[in-house]
């Protein structure tokens, strides 16, 4: 298996955090709360609905995002950014979105054979399935990768957009509903683009497919995909299958919430243990996390591509940001937390006690997450030896982000706070023949 990367990615959603050149505080911040990687939506220009995901002009900026009062270009402004995000020991990222552009884009006078049209002579708009039945974006305009007369036109014009990000100091791209283009155009453009740019990284977002749709997806080169363990009850053996599933293909990333769900404070009704219980559990279950931008202080008011601006930042007495930081150590300092490693449910008979172990064999590194699914009560977890659960058998250190323990002996007996996770470690060593 190749070794993953350490992965923790910060959010840095553009309409809340503002400007190009206001940026250098959130990074900062994500810098101080140990990520290393910086995720930002769409800047392009944008179509008349104002959604960062309708874009009109892919080689120009959202006006939103650009200071009038400064000198320098807007170019010139992203590019100070991602430079002192780089500085810090940032890495950024940024969504390619090239299933739909705006219905307003002039691509739709200039190379009309681009796109998807109905019977009815009129373009074909993205739609979805959700509780309310059948969604359809009218503000985008779908474009046909699969049966288009000017395949190598339409490839051609995204290689330059990539290549334009790249320019401006982008190293990743998360490719917005990759599953809905053609495995062969991805392995065709993640190829071309690493003739010149080796080291630049490529996540596949198939949230939605079924797991046969993001495992073709995956293997057309992406580095990673983005699961779907923020909807995990802790119980179903679903997201063990998927993890199952895929990991001999491509690592994947969690995340606690994102910009397209409800926050999770608003969602938990401001439980705090809640919001760590589901951080630690996100950044540990697989090789990377992605935290959006505010969760760190318990922001309620969910992120909105179209009406979400810097006065929306809220204030709140939530501060999360050294628990964070804690975690992300953690992911940081063991392989064991940076790879999609072997992951199994232990049978436990209180069932509200969610008992994991994880073992990274390449590395011989092992880990037991007691994790209290129970956000309001106490819950007691005791095991008469502790240590036959892992397969070293070999002593347990406690690196929780919380109430670490200096010894952990094999009968083990503990009660947990609510929402509380113990992360225990324990490696191999060898003697060299």
């Not at 350490?6 to 190009?20: D, E, R, S, T, V």
Request: hydrophobic content about 40%.
């Amino acid at each position: 298996m190749k070794q993953p990367e350490k992965m923790i990615i910060y959010n840095l959603f553009p309409l809340l955090a503002g400007k190009f050149t206001e940026w250098d505080s959130h990074l900062l911040r994500a810098f101080e709360m140990g990520f290393n990687w910086v995720f930002v939506n769409p800047i392009n220009y944008p179509g008349f609905s104002g959604s960062l995901y309708s874009l009109k002009d892919y080689f120009d900026f959202n006006p939103l995002l650009v200071d009038g009062n400064s000198k320098k270009t807007p170019g010139q402004q992203i590019k100070d950014a991602i430079k002192h995000a780089e500085k810090l020991g940032l890495r950024m990222m940024i969504d390619l979105v090239i299933n739909h552009c705006a219905i307003d884009s002039e691509l739709l006078k200039t190379n009309p054979g681009w796109f998807k049209w109905e019977s009815n002579g009129k373009v074909s708009h993205p739609f979805a399935f959700d509780n309310r039945g059948k969604v359809v974006w009218g503000d985008l305009a779908k474009f046909d990768h699969k049966n288009t007369k000017d395949k190598e036109g339409l490839f051609r014009y995204f290689v330059e957009v990539v290549k334009f990000l790249l320019q401006l100091g982008f190293k990743g791209f998360r490719c917005d509903a990759a599953y809905q283009i053609p495995k062969s155009f991805w392995s065709r453009l993640i190829s071309e683009i690493r003739k010149e740019s080796p080291d630049v990284l490529f996540f596949a977002e198939t949230l939605g497919c079924t797991p046969d749709q993001t495992r073709r997806t995956a293997s057309a080169g992406f580095d990673y995909i983005f699961n779907s363990s923020k909807w995990w009850d802790f119980r179903n053996q679903w997201l063990m299958r998927q993890l199952s599933f895929l990991r001999d293909i491509v690592p994947s990333i969690s995340f606690p919430e994102s910009h397209d769900t409800v926050r999770l404070c608003e969602e938990l009704n401001g439980n705090i243990e809640g919001m760590k219980q589901r951080y630690l559990f996100s950044a540990l279950f697989s090789a990377g996390v992605m935290m959006p931008i505010g969760f760190e202080f318990g922001f309620r008011k969910r992120l909105h591509v179209v009406n979400t601006r810097p006065e929306d930042w809220e204030t709140t007495n939530i501060d999360l940001t050294e628990f964070i930081k804690k975690v992300n150590a953690i992911k940081a300092s063991h392989i064991v937390f940076q790879q999609d490693a072997h992951t199994e449910m232990l049978y436990y008979s209180n069932p509200n006690i969610l008992f994991m172990w994880k073992a990274a064999g390449d590395v011989n590194e092992e880990s037991l997450i007691i994790l209290n699914k129970d956000i309001y009560n106490y819950q007691h977890f005791y095991a008469e030896d502790l240590w036959k659960f892992t397969a070293m058998e070999t002593p347990l250190s406690d690196i929780s982000p919380e109430y670490a323990l200096d010894y952990i002996d094999t009968r083990f007996s503990y009660n947990l706070r609510p929402g509380q996770g113990i992360v225990l470690k324990t490696s191999r060593e060898y003697i060299e023949d």
